[in-house]
Structure formats: C-alpha cells, structure tokens
C-alpha cells in the first residue's frame, strides 16, 4: 500500500472539517429524515442516532484532535545491529483495509474514517439502514475532501448492502480486507465471527459491574453508581451490576436509602434473592441469563456478595470484560481488585464512563475493544497501525553453525 505523507493527510481532514461545518443545516436535515423513520422502540439506539449542532461540533473536534497527532506509520518500534552487520529495524506500519459495522451511530462514520485514513488505512464503512441518509451525506463529504486533495475516493467508502450481501461479503470479499470491527451486540458480533476470512477485533458488550466493598466511603458510592448508571445509558461503559458486599457497616439502612435514589431517578431495579429480603417490591431475578445481559436502559441490577472475592468471581464470569469498577478506601484492596478482575478498563473510586477514548486522552476511537490481540480498550490512532521489520544487509547470507 502507498504510504502517504502526513502532510497530505492533514490537508483532506482540513477541508473535511470545513466542509462539515458548511454542510451542516444539509446534515442535520438528513438526520432529520432518519429520526423521522425510526420508530423509538429502543430508546438508547435513538439516542445514538441525533446529529444535532453539538454532535457536529464533536465530528469537528474529533478530526481536529487526529489532525493535531503524530503519524502513526513508518514509525521505529526497535533497531538493532547484530555482530554479523544485520542491521534490524521493526517499523510501524498500516493493516491495509479496515472494514467496521456498526448500528445507528453517524458519528462513527466521522471517527472511524479519520483514524483508518490518518493510519494510512482504507476503510469501508458498513452502517445501520436507521441511519442511511445521514451516512450518505457524511460519506459525500469524505469524498469531496478527498478530491480536493486528488486523492481517490476508495480511500474512504459506505457499503450498501443487505444482510445477506453482508454475509457473502464476509465469505468472498471483492477486495483483500486486512481487519474487520463489528460494533454492536452479540448476534453481529457472532455473525461477523461466523462468516468473516480475516483478523476479527471485537467491540464487544458493556455488561458493566460496580463492587461496593465493606471499606466503601457510602457517599462516594452512591454518587459513582447514580453517573454510572444515569449519565447516558446508550453507552457500552454504562453500569449493569452493582454488588454490594454484605459486611458494610449499616448495611440495610443503605441498601434501602440507595434503592430509594434510583427510584426517584427512574431507574428500574432487578435483586438477588438476598437484596429481595431487603427490598420485597422490586423485581427479582427470573433467569440466570439476566447476568450477562447489556441492559442499555435505565434499569440496574444489584445484588449482595459475600466479600471481594466472590465479587471479583462474578464479574469475571458474567461481565462483557469492558469495564468494571470497586469502591473502597482500602489501596491494598482496591489493587488486589484490579488486578484480578479480567476487563479492558478496571476502575477504583470512579465510574466506569469514563472507558472511552476523549476521556481517557486517547482521542478519537474506532472502537473500545474488549479483545486482548491486539489491543484492549479505546481504539485510538496509534493502535491502528501493525508492525513490520526493515532487514539492512550487504550480501549477508545465512549459515549454519
């Protein structure tokens, strides 16, 4: 693949974020046309789906941050010379092609194109039919920043395809694709597992657990839990689980007074058979599947453990391992906690929203990968880039001694 230079690649996200900002009423009207069709069965789905002036302004920024990075490519790993004059350099460089499927989210057509493309990475987009018109116009303006640039438009491109054109997609891809990235819930991600001849990077769910430990500073506990959970539902580092270790001093009295704050909060709540003793008018568990689903609604399930290590046993079993996080004043604690609970981001004293690029100073992200190869956790601009060794010789040959 062409290496292109960096400042070739500043120049088209230039104009791109000019170009949105002068497409912008266009934008939010196509929008517009997808808001009208979707149906608003699933609230958080909606959600992610608005393109108002705020979201225009983070595409803006978005691409302004990955402008202002260093060039991840042909970068040096290592370099070494050995005793025969080898010289080895390891370099990074491009996967090549990049496809990611995603639902509903416009934004990610911003984000995911300009880290692919700043990567030297093609990327072909596969977006949700909810948000088809507000694709296509994004895509257009992908392809006007590139022509300005007399750069070619297949750096950068949407597929239009159905289910089934995606599956034999996947089977028999028209083109070598290098790495694939499904965003979105277990059937895409097991469809993608299922059908795809390359690299797959998993996006996978939140299933988000919080541990209330006997050491917890009670307040700091209610105040985590309420941003966890309430902040923005729709989002994959959203809280699921909280479990509250059983030892906490005034145990009941809290129990009761956090129930009655989530109440008030309209979140729905869903107990343990221990919790129900505490609080019999709320939902018990029906179904032990309950524990591994991502509820992306305002709806929490709390439960009581025995101690920190039967904590950490149930997250590790029934968590997505995106994000999980303890409350406790107790360091020794708190690190014997992260170290063993098996997430891409584990969490002391603080809320598990903040897994995400932006906040975690990683900038823009493809995705929040709760893979361990390559990558775990925000996808940024630097993790979009393989390796590759750069062999200096002068007639070396190989012998055996």
Not at 30 to 51: G, H, M, Q, W
Not at 117 to 132: Q, R, S, T
Not at 324 to 336: D, G, L, R
Request: charged letters at 30%; hydrophobic letters at 40%.
């Amino acid at each position: 693949m062409k290496l292109l230079n960096t400042e070739i690649k500043n120049k088209v996200l230039q104009s791109m974020m000019k170009i949105i900002d002068k497409q912008r009423a266009n934008i939010i009207a196509a929008n517009k046309e997808d808001l009208e069709s979707f149906t608003k069965d699933d609230r958080a789905l909606y959600d992610r789906l608005i393109v108002d002036d705020a979201k225009i302004n983070g595409m803006i920024n978005a691409i302004e941050e990955v402008k202002n990075q260093e060039d991840p490519v042909n970068q040096i790993i290592s370099s070494t010379t050995l005793n025969s004059g080898l010289k080895i350099e390891n370099k990074s460089a491009p996967f090549g092609t990049i496809m990611i499927i995603y639902e509903s989210r416009p934004d990610v057509t911003i984000e995911a194109a300009v880290l692919a493309f700043k990567a030297n990475n093609k990327i072909l987009l596969k977006g949700g039919k909810e948000a088809i018109n507000s694709n296509l116009i994004l895509e257009k303006c992908w392809h006007q920043a590139l022509e300005e640039n007399n750069l070619s438009k297949d750096w950068i491109k949407l597929l239009h395809l159905k289910r089934e054109e995606t599956q034999e997609f996947l089977k028999n891809p028209p083109e070598k694709i290098d790495l694939i990235v499904p965003r979105g819930g277990e059937r895409l991600i097991k469809f993608v597992k299922d059908h795809a001849t390359c690299a797959v990077l998993i996006s996978g769910r939140g299933n988000n657990f919080l541990y209330v430990s006997k050491n917890a500073d009670w307040l700091k506990s209610v105040k985590v839990i309420i941003n966890a959970k309430t902040d923005k539902i729709s989002g994959c580092n959203a809280l699921d689980k909280v479990l509250i270790d059983k030892n906490i001093p005034e145990y009941e009295k809290k129990v009761k007074e956090l129930k009655t704050i989530l109440n008030k909060l309209d979140v729905d709540l869903v107990v343990d058979e221990k919790i129900s003793k505490l609080l019999p008018n709320e939902n018990k568990i029906l179904s032990q599947s309950i524990w591994y689903e991502e509820f992306l609604a305002m709806k929490l399930l709390i439960a009581e453990v025995d101690n920190e290590d039967n904590a950490i046993d149930m997250i590790n079993k029934f968590s997505g391992g995106h994000s999980a996080s303890i409350i406790t004043e107790n360091k020794i604690q708190a690190e014997k906690f992260m170290q063993q609970v098996d997430s891409a981001a584990v969490y002391h004293n603080a809320s598990t929203r903040f897994t995400d690029g932006g906040q975690m100073g990683v900038g823009a992200e493809l995705a929040i990968s709760t893979d361990k190869l390559h990558h775990r956790g925000p996808l940024g601009l630097k993790q979009l880039v393989t390796n590759k060794y750069y062999v200096f010789g002068d007639g070396h040959i190989r012998t055996n001694i």
